[in-house]
């Protein structure tokens, strides 16, 4: 059995997945970014699933981009999962997680996070059997350039960046695009943890203890300990 968790927005989630079926899911509620949080989560989810942590065969995380707290504060609840449990971490890139959520083979699918400061963390992918084929990198960049960036056809766009930019994406496209709203549009756990066990499985794991976020720019903070101005766009593979 695989525990999930997902803090990459601030709608945080844990689930338990197995068989590549989610076996049950818990949401926390909006902006609850703190360890606590998602170890209480934890503790319920167990509690509704009659499963305990001996059933658990590795820990899978969303690992980014997304929010830095939220970000910091699931890879740290995660972690602290590994080591109490003594099992393997599994790194599950947010965007694709969320891509997976979203239905139709073939389909043209972008995940399109709100990053702040006018930019958005975003990918292409292409449905391919139960999951999705890596089209670009994530990256971190302008709504505007990231139009730029599409394919020909049709496109699936998904996550809350769509509550922001939806307007000016559909001015642009037309009814070349469709837009999956609501929670089914958010990365949510239960994705996360069957990513986690087809990692698993394949033995894709990472170590605990350097495991990281993929934040895609560098915090702001750490650019003002650095004497520099905050990051712009870029791109990771």
Not at 63 to 81: D, I, Q, Y
Request: glycine share 14%; charged share 20%; aromatic share 6%.
């Amino acid at each position: 059995m695989i525990l999930a968790v997902e803090s990459a927005t601030p709608r945080g989630s844990v689930a338990l997945a197995s068989g590549g079926a989610v076996r049950a899911e818990r949401f926390l509620p909006p902006g609850r970014q703190a360890s606590e949080a998602y170890i209480a989560a934890v503790e319920e989810l167990f509690s509704e699933a009659g499963a305990r942590p001996g059933d658990v065969s590795c820990v899978a995380v969303s690992a980014g981009p997304g929010s830095f707290t939220g970000l910091r504060v699931g890879m740290s609840a995660a972690k602290g999962f590994c080591f109490g449990w003594g099992v393997p971490l599994a790194l599950v890139p947010t965007l694709s997680g969320l891509a997976s959520r979203i239905p139709g083979e073939g389909r043209s699918v972008c995940p399109v996070l709100d990053a702040r400061k006018k930019e958005v963390y975003a990918a292409l992918f292409r449905r391919v059997g139960e999951g999705v084929e890596r089209l670009s990198p994530d990256m971190a960049i302008s709504p505007e350039a990231l139009l730029d960036r599409l394919p020909a056809g049709d496109v699936v766009f998904c996550g809350d960046g769509m509550e922001r930019y939806g307007v000016l994406f559909r001015d642009r496209l037309g009814d070349r695009m469709s837009i999956v709203s609501g929670p089914d549009g958010l990365p949510a756990a239960g994705a996360v943890g069957i990513a986690g066990e087809r990692a698993f499985l394949a033995g894709k794991v990472a170590d605990p203890r350097s495991a990281v976020p993929a934040y895609i720019r560098t915090p702001e903070a750490e650019f003002r300990r650095m004497g520099n101005p905050p990051a712009g766009s870029g791109t990771v593979s």
